[in-house]
């Protein structure tokens, strides 16, 4: 499977330093993002974009709006309706009316639904530490601490694009 | 957008070092897809499975079979046939028997496909080199560095789960 994944060995040398720091780091996402899949999919029969979805509406206790939670998970209204529908139907999640504008749909989980989203989310950080655990500590903090200043970076680049970005 | 896409500053403190590095590396790698993804978009009205399609064909000149494509790629058999098709019907790409297996399908770039691909891979350099320039070249060389321990040191987790992974 690795072979397989790794874009980056499949560069020729005239290729850009940055490009190859670019294709390392989708290499290693994806490496871990393949076995996440893979792990709710074994542990728990669900897919990604599920647990994501159930991940936004952990952190917001009081329930999001249906545009907010598009905008957050990056895909379309279509699907994030689709998979509300299905959570709505296990007894996962309930909707309602917004407080603020009754026109709007706001979800969060319910009570089954924060339980089960909590033995994913221990489980899926189980996998995530012991995916990292072959690199020592020292590299781990380097490494996060080199990440932090590629975000700022990127941030500032993409900001500065104008209005578009936001 | 950088902060809706920003899903490590969603955790709490009771959340796992391994967990926030993962997920400042899904950021950084989520910022620089979104921006590939709108680039591709705007300038060649491409989707960034297409690209990724076309950068396969393009690294084997004398042809992969279907099979192979699906693999590196990592999507159904059923989503290849359809964007192979596409491109078929635009003159990019070819279809051929096998040379090896008479049974089965191998696919290669036309010569349009190959002046197109380039001229798409020319802009997706330009626009990472773009983006990564805000990060000075010694932190770039040490962050490739890095994740080159990284990518080591999941390779050995994954490998070591035996035969499964492979």
Not at 136 to 159: Q, V
Request: hydrophobic letters at 40%.
């Amino acid at each position: 499977m690795v072979l397989r994944l790794d874009r980056e060995s499949q560069l020729s040398g005239r290729d850009h330093l940055s490009l190859h720091l670019w294709l390392r780091l989708l290499t290693c996402t994806t490496m871990i993002e393949h076995r996440v899949r893979e792990q709710l999919r074994e542990s728990f029969a669900i897919t990604l974009p599920r647990f994501d979805l159930m991940a936004q509406l952990d952190r917001a206790p009081d329930g999001v709006k249906m545009s907010d939670l598009s905008r957050r998970l990056m895909v379309t209204g279509g699907n994030i309706t689709g998979l509300v529908d299905q959570l709505v139907g296990e007894g996962l999640v309930v909707r309602r009316d917004s407080v603020e504008d009754r026109r709007v749909y706001e979800v969060r989980l319910t009570a089954k639904g924060r339980r089960q989203f909590e033995a994913m989310a221990a489980e899926h950080e189980r996998l995530i530490v012991d995916l990292l655990s072959g690199l020592p500590r020292k590299e781990r903090d380097e490494l996060h601490e080199s990440l932090g200043e590629l975000k700022a970076a990127l941030a500032a680049r993409i900001d500065g694009r104008g209005g578009k970005a936001r």
